[in-house]
C-alpha cells in the first residue's frame, strides 16, 4: 500500500516535470532547433553535407549556397555518390573517372567546400545496404546538421537512387546500432531536397530560396573547370562542341557560362514568391540567381527560426 502510495506520488512528480519542460519548450519554438543547430558542431559553425550522384550534381545545385556559407566559415562537403566514370561521350572508365575527381576538387578550392567521390560505378548506382551504409557513416562523421540530396524522382536512376540513399539514412543516423563503429548522431539532421523540374507524382516545393547574386561568378567559375561536362558535354557530348582554336575555346566557355547562369535565373524566376517570403516584396524582386531546398520530412522538421540558422544569409 505505501509502495503503491510513493509510486503513485514518483509519477506525479515525473509527470509535472514532463509538463514543465513541455511547457517550456512550447514557450520557445526555437529552443529545440538552437539546441540541435549547436550540438552537433564543436566549433559554433554549421556543418553542412550535400550529396550529388555525379561529379558536378552538387556544385550544379547548391555551389552558390556553399560558397556562401564556406565564405561565412561553416564547413561543407560535397558528395558524388558514383565516381562519373561513364560520364562522357568518347572516354570513359578509370581514367575518365580520376578526371573528374580532379574537377571537383578544383571546383571545390573555388567554392570553399571540400569533396568526396564514392567509387562506385557512373550508371550502375543501386539502393543496397552497403551503400546505405556509406551514406550513414559519411553523415554520422561529418557530424551534419543539414543534409542535402536530389528528390527520389528524376530522370536519371543514379540520381533517383542517390535521393532513396540519403532519405534511408535520414533517421538511420540516430540509431546506435547500424553501423555501431561510427557513433551516432544525438540529432536527426535537417535533411533537405535541391529543386528539379519533374512534375509527377508531384512537383518540387521548395521551402527555401537563396540569393546566389553576390557569389554568381565564383558558383560559374567552379562549374567551368569541369570540362569534360560542360565545355565537352559529358555523356551526351560531341566531337562538334571541341574548340578547335582560341576563339572557338573563348566563344564556348562563354556559352557554358550564359547556359549556367540562365539555370539559376530560371530558379529565380520560378520561385519568386519563395524569394518573397525570405527576402521581402522589394528585395525578392531585384534577386537574379537563386538556389532554392525543400524540406524532407524524414528529418528533423525545422521551423523558419531554424532555418534562419541553417541559412544565415537573412
Ligand atoms: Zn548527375
New binding site residues.
Given amino acids: 500500500m505505501i509502495k503503491g502510495i510513493s509510486d503513485f506520488s514518483a509519477g506525479r512528480v515525473v509527470a509535472t516535470i514532463a509538463l514543465l519542460i513541455a511547457a517550456f519548450l512550447a514557450l520557445d519554438a526555437s529552443y529545440t532547433g538552437a539546441l540541435a543547430v549547436q550540438a552537433q558542431s564543436g566549433d559554433g559553425k554549421l556543418r553542412i553535407i550535400a550529396f550529388?550522384?555525379?561529379p558536378?550534381?552538387c556544385e550544379l545545385q547548391v555551389g552558390g549556397t556553399a560558397a556562401m556559407w564556406a565564405a561565412k566559415g561553416h564547413h561543407v562537403r560535397l558528395v558524388s555518390v558514383t565516381n562519373g566514370d561513364i560520364?562522357h561521350w568518347r572516354e570513359a572508365g578509370g581514367p575518365l573517372a580520376l578526371r573528374r575527381k580532379k574537377e571537383v576538387e578544383e571546383a571545390s578550392r573555388i567554392l570553399g567546400s571540400s569533396v568526396t567521390v564514392i567509387d562506385n560505378h557512373d550508371g550502375e548506382l543501386m539502393p543496397t545496404l552497403e551503400n546505405r551504409y556509406k551514406i550513414i557513416r559519411l553523415i554520422r562523421q561529418w557530424k551534419a546538421d543539414l543534409v542535402l540530396s536530389p528528390r527520389p524522382n528524376d530522370y536519371?536512376p543514379?540520381?533517383r537512387y542517390t535521393g532513396i540513399l540519403v532519405q534511408d539514412a535520414a533517421y538511420m543516423v540516430t540509431v546506435p546500432f547500424i553501423c555501431p563503429d561510427e557513433p551516432p548522431l544525438k540529432n536527426n539532421p535537417v535533411f533537405m531536397y535541391y529543386t528539379d523540374r519533374f512534375m509527377k507524382p508531384n512537383p518540387s516545393a521548395p521551402d527555401i530560396a537563396v540569393s546566389i547574386d553576390s557569389v554568381i561568378d565564383k558558383k560559374l567559375d567552379a562549374l567551368a573547370v569541369m570540362e569534360s561536362q560542360f565545355l565537352e558535354g559529358g555523356a551526351n557530348g560531341h566531337d562538334g562542341l571541341m574548340p578547335k582554336n582560341a576563339q572557338e575555346r573563348t566563344r564556348r566557355v562563354k556559352e557554358v557560362r550564359d547556359g549556367h547562369g540562365s539555370r539559376n535565373l530560371n530558379v529565380a524566376n520560378r520561385f519568386r514568391d519563395v524569394l518573397k517570403e525570405w527576402y521581402g516584396n522589394d528585395a525578392a524582386a531585384k534577386v537574379r540567381y537563386a538556389e532554392a531546398f525543400e524540406i524532407c520530412e524524414y528529418g528533423r522538421r525545422p521551423d523558419k527560426q531554424e532555418l534562419k540558422k541553417l541559412f544565415p544569409f537573412f
Fill in positions: 550529388g550522384a555525379h558536378d550534381d560520364g536519371h543514379d540520381h
